[in-house]
């Protein structure tokens, strides 16, 4: 059963556009939010992460919006630039991150000149 | 500068065969992650481990095993490989308290 829901699986934005990635997830017990970037023939590395206690989390061009009621929580990324393209996915844990973590489906971003 | 690698990088192999994917990491982290890669699936559990002698089964176990001798290793045994098995696997590796996950380059497996 998928306990994260990510969406879209592709997405194509211009370069400086604002690319938004989904994700919806059903296990109140999940306290622990982060997103992982990867690039081709890499593994994922994690970029920014965020607790429900905050609605929102920046670090530099990269922002976390969470909605804990609605139980979402996305992934923005301001200024896009080719180098984002990349395969972001979102995950969930419990008890702050020391539990196992349980993965979106991924998302495949372009970013076109 | 520590690190966690997997070998072999690619692995082709015939259906039936045992086969063993590697994974070594050098910074001394006590839990340690099997996912497998497909597309439409992204990332899915087989197993982890939070210390030596511990092991624990992930969403998709069947037909794969651990075992964990020391806080370095975590060796992922394909008992019987089947085509079901053809995927990119990933290592990866976590202190307790740190949440961040890091992982290995993963290991291309094609089981004909």
């Known amino acids: 059963q998928q306990q994260v829901k990510q969406s879209p699986q592709s997405l194509i934005v211009q370069k400086g556009g604002i690319p938004i990635i989904n994700c919806a997830y059903e296990n109140t017990a999940f306290d622990y939010f982060p997103w992982y970037q990867q690039f081709p023939g890499k593994g994922p590395a994690l970029l920014i992460a965020i607790r429900p206690d905050v609605s929102e989390k920046k670090e530099g061009r990269f922002t976390i919006s969470f909605n804990k009621s609605a139980k979402q929580f996305s992934l923005h990324i301001m200024d896009s630039q080719p180098g984002d393209s990349a395969t972001y996915f979102c995950a969930a844990s419990a008890n702050f991150g020391n539990e196992k973590l349980t993965f979106g489906t991924g998302t495949r971003l372009t970013i076109i000149p | ?112």
């Open chain 2, 1 to 112: 500068d520590a690190e966690i690698t997997q070998s072999p990088r690619h692995k082709i192999t015939e259906t039936g065969r045992q086969v063993t994917l590697a994974c070594h990491q050098t910074w001394n982290h006590n839990n340690m992650f099997w996912y497998r890669q497909d597309l439409g699936h992204g990332l899915r559990l087989i197993h982890y481990s939070y210390g030596v002698q511990d092991t624990n089964k992930g969403e998709v176990s069947d037909g794969y095993s651990v075992s964990r001798s020391n806080t370095e290793d975590l060796p992922l045994t394909l008992e019987s490989a089947a085509s079901s098995q053809t995927s990119v696997y990933f290592c990866a590796s976590s202190n307790p308290g740190s949440n961040e996950q890091y992982f290995g380059p993963g290991t291309r497996l094609t089981v004909t």
